[in-house]
């Protein structure tokens, strides 16, 4: 089956520059996409297609590809950032939707 | 804005049928695909599978031979029948708006339901 692979966990202080991957074995031709997800709320979509912020969505988030990795950033954490982050892109034979296992980002 | 209200009921026995619903209110019904996806407790998300309006289906292979999604449009609501229930069905269960996996430029799932715990116990 088609994973997506992501860190269990990421820690970074208030204001530091957050990083969290997810890797396949390949990235289609289709894009990824990132949610964040807070205890008790629904998952909340923060980058779309690869790079694009949905509206409401704070600058300090940021998407990025390269190779067969795709990397969300989150610049200048702050403690509300604190939250489960999970990518999502199509399997090796664009037929169905993959998440990756998420990431629990903690700010110190 | 589109919101998205979902029901069904919350506890099952081992070898009954899940059923939910999730009713669309504004925005467009049609252009889209409805999806289920569902977290166990403590656990990540997974995809169950989406249907747009004229019924057109996609869905997980690890589910698909139990997975029944139907559409109502005079409603603008849509439906999952899990059958065969186990304790692994045990889960939140969310309805979402996107995009066919198949379509090049799909967008994410920008529209969430409030989530329905089913718990599946003898």
């Known amino acids: 089956s088609y994973e997506l692979t992501q860190p269990p966990s990421v820690s970074v202080s208030p204001g530091q520059t957050a990083r969290i991957t997810c890797s396949a074995d390949a990235f289609p031709k289709q894009y990824a996409y990132w949610y964040q997800q807070k205890p008790g709320q629904a998952p909340v979509l923060v980058i779309d297609k690869d790079t694009e912020r949905p509206s409401g969505i704070p600058e300090r988030f940021s998407g990025s590809i390269s190779g067969t990795t795709v990397t969300l950033t989150i610049s200048g954490v702050q403690a509300e950032d604190e939250a489960d982050y999970y990518c999502q892109s199509v399997d090796s034979s664009g037929t169905y939707w993959v998440f990756g296992g998420g990431t629990k980002l903690t700010v110190l | 804005q589109v919101q998205l209200q979902q029901w069904g009921a919350g506890l099952l026995k081992p070898s009954e049928t899940l059923s939910l619903t999730c009713a669309v209110y504004?925005?467009?019904?049609?252009?889209?695909?409805w999806s289920w996806i569902r977290q166990p407790p403590g656990k990540g998300l997974e995809w169950i599978g989406d249907i747009n309006h004229s019924g057109s289906t996609n869905s997980n292979p690890s589910l698909k031979s139990r997975v029944t999604i139907s559409v109502d449009t005079s409603k603008n609501q849509f439906s999952l029948n899990l059958s065969s229930v186990t304790a692994a069905d045990t889960a939140l269960y969310y309805c979402a708006r996107g995009q066919s996996p198949d379509y090049y430029d799909s967008s994410g799932f920008d529209s969430w339901g409030q989530g329905t715990l089913v718990t599946v116990s003898s």
């Open positions: 504004g925005g467009s019904f049609r252009g889209y695909y």
